[in-house]
């Protein structure tokens, strides 16, 4: 399993959930896509975890203008 954490603004790309056979890490991430998506919260980030060996995809995350910024608590930002 891979714990990563994901931040974007405006709605949360749900599609990217089954893509990346992922699902909410706990209770209140899933709070905040629904949040999201209700447009009741306008930057999010979320925790997420797949049990795939090929997730996350990063970039596909990317064309969505959302960032992976951690993966398995390693942070995937630059300088970081």
Known sequence: MKFF?????GQF????L???E??????SDS????????REIKEWEISL????RLGPTVDRWSS?????TEIDG???????
């Open 22 to 27: 992922a699902y909410p890490r706990t209770e």
């Open 64 to 68: 969505f203008l959302v960032t992976v």
């Open 49 to 52: 975890c797949t049990t795939t």
């Open 18 to 20: 089954r893509y990346d």
């Open 13 to 16: 790309p749900i599609d990217m």
């Open 31 to 38: 709070w905040k896509i629904e949040a999201a998506n209700k």
């Open 74 to 80: 390693v942070s995937t930002q630059q300088g970081a």
């Open 5 to 9: 954490v994901v931040k974007g603004r």
